[in-house]
C-alpha cells in the first residue's frame, strides 16, 4: 500500500470514529424509544397494540419520574421501558390511584429494558413510576411506550 493510500485510510478511519463518538454523545429519547418497541416487539405479536404516545426524559441514577394514565376496565396493558445506555438499569411500576402496587407478577426488569403489565380491576388514574436503577452516565436517557388488547 502506498503512503497515500495509508494516509487516506487513516482519515477515513478517523473520521468514522468521530462520528461513532458524537453519535454516542448525542444520544437521546428518541433512540431510547426505539428501545422500549424493540421490548414491545413480542407482545405485539399476541395482539397488544402499541399506542403512538410516548413519554420520555433523562434521569439520574436513582432517580425516579411519575407518569398519570387513564386505564380502563376491561383492558389488558403493557408498560415497556427502554434506555440506549447498555450497562444501565431500569425499573418500571404501576400503581393505583391509592398508592397500592398494581401490576401483575409477570412484569419484569433485564439490564436497560423493563415492562410492567396491568389488568386494571377499576377504571380510573393509574401512576407509573420509572426509574433509572443504574447507570454509567450522569444523565440516563429513557422512553416509556404501552399498549393494550
Known amino acids: 500500500m ?3 493510500a495509508k494516509v ?23 433512540d431510547a424509544q ?32 411519575a407518569v398519570r394514565q387513564q386505564l380502563f376496565k376491561g383492558n389488558e396493558y ?11 438499569k431500569v425499573s418500571v411500576h404501576i400503581y393505583d390511584s391509592d398508592g397500592k402496587l398494581a401490576e401483575e ?3 419484569w426488569e433485564k439490564g ?8 386494571p380491576k377499576t377504571t380510573g388514574s393509574y401512576f407509573i413510576i420509572v426509574s433509572v436503577e443504574e447507570s454509567p452516565e450522569e444523565r440516563t436517557h429513557w422512553a416509556l411506550v404501552y399498549g393494550f388488547r
Open 8 to 30: 487516506l485510510l487513516g482519515i477515513a478511519l478517523l473520521l468514522a470514529a468521530v462520528i461513532v463518538m458524537q453519535r454516542a454523545a448525542c444520544a437521546s429519547v428518541d
Open 34 to 65: 426505539s428501545f422500549a418497541l424493540q421490548a414491545a416487539e413480542p407482545y405485539v405479536k399476541q395482539g397488544f397494540q402499541v399506542r403512538e404516545d410516548y413519554w420520555g426524559g433523562d434521569l439520574a441514577s436513582g432517580e425516579k419520574k
Open 2 to 4: 502506498n503512503r497515500f
Open 105 to 107: 407478577p409477570d412484569s
Open 78 to 88: 403493557w408498560f415497556w421501558l427502554g434506555t440506549e445506555v447498555d450497562r444501565a
Open 112 to 119: 436497560h429494558f423493563a415492562a410492567a403489565h396491568v389488568i
